[in-house]
């Protein structure tokens, strides 16, 4: 539970609020590159930390960040006209390079203007199929950071992007709440679950429910992410701080070893302030970032890294994503209101546990469920939301060290490449875990989390 203040502080992302001043000291992602296919496409209106933008690519393929409205007299640069080398506003045809320089005004005839003022524009960085900006301090734009992901192939690359409208910390938490896993994503994590027992009160961590052992027949999406019937309970979770952030074991019984002693399985999940996360995943490097486009909208960056080429549809279907009322790969609009229940079906609660179809659905929806922003003063918490805890940890005392002068976490990291997230390896029950991901900067003396 946190104070209505630790709650404020931790959800308010505008230009002069606590948070707001220390996202803006990194490099955020403001735009997928799939949402701008190719020299001279329509411009892309969007938000980052509260404040407007339009995103365009210009004949050359660059890309630039500027201010949405005009410098002139405020017109929308999202209607303009983006044709050689530059966004044209439609009102009096000014017109701006990427970097927000004047080429023409064609009604004012003096270059004076040209010289003395410009569209405000930002730093820009193309890589990983993101476009990165920065809009902090000047004088404080930091060394632009490098992910596993950033190289290698194009085809083995799949960047989806999904706008939801609440606040990025419901969706951050949900990244970080193993325990919902089993549950939640019942329909792909446990497919037998209809067959089953359904019993409560008997889980060591959750304090929840548990389902019977599944009965194997995990289909082939989800054996992306899992190799075998590992959801079926909630974990013992072991937390350990890290340079970014912190990253932490879901600990579940394995199989016993030759030898007859007991083992653990063994999800590792790295949580990179302030916005990023890696989910252990199987088939391919899994990387999701939640940026806040305002206080009450995010844009959720999905990154799918694969060592041969991926099909982008193929992984849409994999996230629940292809039903259009629900999502579409153009607007990148999360779609659900009451009117209908958030689109729930609960004519299939026979046979599909949630009534929806897809991992990032069933997210999506529980977090606007919520409301747009949680009241964590009237939460109940138990030793399963111990990663959830952690996150709000780090992230108040990254915005206190802030606040006091000093850099916020993970700020001086710059090289993610070598960070592991490794998913269901076996090891002797009781063993050092942080062996298995040496490179991932562990500051030393984890936690365990879970009641026994
Ligand atoms: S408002 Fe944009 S050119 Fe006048
Ligand atoms: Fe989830």
């Known amino acids: 539970m946190l104070s209505v203040e630790e709650n404020e ?14 996202m803006r000291r990194f490099w955020l992602p403001i735009c997928s590159s799939h949402q701008l296919p190719g020299p001279d496409c329509d411009p892309l209106r969007t ?18 960040v500027l201010d949405e409205f005009c410098v002139h007299r405020r017109a ?6 983006v044709e050689d080398g530059g966004i044209r506003c439609l009102l009096h045809g ?19 203007v040209k010289q003395k003022i410009k569209q405000p524009a930002y730093p820009v960085r193309e890589a990983g199929g993101m476009v990165w900006t920065y809009i902090g301090p000047k004088e404080q734009e930091p060394p632009f950071p490098h992910y596993a992901f950033f190289d290698g192939p194009g085809e083995n690359l799949v960047v989806l992007r999904i706008n939801t409208a609440v606040n990025y910390l419901q969706l951050y938490e949900g990244g970080t709440d193993s325990s919902h896993v089993g549950i939640l994503h019942m ?41 075998a019937d590992l959801f079926a309970s909630a974990p013992d979770l072991s937390i350990e701080d890290t340079e970014y952030g912190y990253h932490y074991a879901a600990l579940r019984d394995g199989p016993n070893a030759e030898d007859g002693s007991e083992t653990w399985s063994v999800r590792i999940t790295p949580v990179m302030l302030p916005i990023g996360r890696m989910i252990p995943a199987i088939a391919f490097g899994f990387y999701v970032f939640e940026a806040p486009m305002d206080d009450t909208e995010t844009a959720t960056y999905v990154v799918f890294h694969g060592k041969e080429a991926l099909d982008r549809q193929a992984m849409i279907d994999t996230m629940g994503l292809a039903d259009e009322r629900f999502w579409n790969d153009r ?29 990032e659905q069933e997210d999506a929806v529980i977090a606007l469920s919520m409301g747009p922003i949680v009241d964590r003063s009237k ?14 940890r780090r992230l108040l005392d990254s915005v206190k060290r802030h606040e006091a002068g000093e850099d916020p976490i993970a700020l001086a990291v710059t090289e993610y ?22 490179n991932n900067m562990g500051l030393g003396r984890p936690t365990k989390a879970a009641a026994e």
């Open 379 to 392: 939460e109940y918490l138990v030793p399963a939301d111990e990663g959830v805890i952690r996150l709000r």
């Open 331 to 359: 607007d990148c609009n999360f779609r659900a209101g009451w009117d209908d229940r958030l689109g729930q079906d609960r004519a299939s609660f026979g046979h599909n546990w949630s009534g929806y179809t897809g991992i």
């Open 187 to 227: 329909n792909m994590m446990n497919p037998g679950w209809k067959d089953q027992t359904f019993t409560s009160g008997d889980t060591k961590a959750s304090g929840g429910v548990k389902v019977g052992e599944s009965d194997g027949t995990l289909s082939s999406k989800t054996a992306m992410y899992v190799s």
């Open 9 to 22: 502080i931790l959800t308010r992302v505008r230009a002069g609020t606590p948070m707001g001043r220390m």
């Open 94 to 112: 000014w017109k701006f390079t990427t970097d927000g320089t004047i080429l023409e005004t064609p009604n004012h005839c003096a270059e004076n």
């Open 76 to 81: 929308s640069l999202a209607l303009g006209r």
């Open 417 to 438: 490449a070598d960070i592991d997230a490794p998913a269901d390896i076996i090891i002797p029950k009781g063993s050092d875990w942080q062996s298995l991901v040496p």
């Open 47 to 64: 938000k980052l930390l509260g404040e407007p933008f339009v995103v365009f690519r210009d004949s050359g393929g660059k890309v630039g």
